[in-house]
């Protein structure tokens, strides 16, 4: 299968500061990637959808100037959390796709655990 | 009610036993359908897709069924190591996960 990578895996930051996660499509070109957000015990929340050279598209809830992502190339994504709190402490999950229409299949990547302190 | 629903178990069986799952999804449109497996604290990763023939994968078999918006997955001689959450994935427009059925395999 497609390898997705991210990077860092973990990281604790105090409350206020922003933190970056990149995920990379290591043996193929996404043409979309997705970002989801896991509580424990809970199923993956979609947060955005972000094609190459556009701006992401947002799921209902999640605020655009808080989560910042860019897709720069067909192989690397980043989510920024802005002024991140305590609340947004969670399992950060990126997938990548290749294909487009409805059939896609989608890789995930190993997914960024963030503890805000 | 929710796009994707599953039994949350968890499903305790012993070594060798079959298993099966089901997933009920609402959208009568949805495309695509996959199962995922995720192991605690890990990404999930892609099981199988499953299609309106069915298909197996060694002691995988997944099911569709678009008359009553339902897919399944049948675990035939668990291994331990089958042990972990399974996901119910349906795609319509985007991606729709099902809350995970754990399923703990003990020898």
């Known amino acids: 299968g497609a390898v997705v990578s991210q990077h860092p895996s973990r990281v604790i930051c105090k409350s206020g500061t922003s933190v970056k996660i990149e995920c990379r499509s290591l043996d193929f070109q996404a043409t979309t990637m997705f970002w989801y957000r896991q509580f424990p015990k809970k199923s993956l929340m979609l947060m955005a959808t972000s094609n190459e050279g556009s701006k992401a598209t947002y799921e209902q809830g999640v605020e655009k100037d808080k989560f910042l992502i860019n897709h720069a190339s067909l192989t690397l994504s980043t989510l920024t959390v802005t002024s991140a709190h305590p609340e947004d402490s969670s399992f950060y999950i990126c997938?990548?796709?290749?294909?487009?229409?409805?059939?896609?299949?989608?890789?995930f990547g190993p997914g960024t655990r963030l503890t805000v302190l | 009610r929710k796009e994707v629903e599953q039994d949350p178990g968890p499903f305790n069986v012993p070594e060798g036993a079959t298993v099966a799952f089901n997933c009920t999804y609402s959208?009568?449109?949805?495309?695509?359908f996959f199962w995922y497996r995720q192991d605690c604290r890990k990404e999930p990763k892609l099981l199988m897709s499953v299609y309106s023939s069915g298909n197996e994968d060694g002691r995988f078999t997944a099911q569709l069924n678009r008359a009553s918006q339902y897919i399944s997955l049948l675990i035939r001689d668990s291994k331990l190591s089958d042990s972990a959450t399974y996901l119910c994935v349906v795609n319509f427009n985007k991606f729709y996960f099902g809350s995970g059925t754990k399923l703990n395999v003990k020898p």
């Open positions: 997938s990548a796709s290749w294909a487009s229409g409805l059939t896609d299949t989608q890789y």
């Open positions: 959208n009568s449109a949805s495309q695509s």
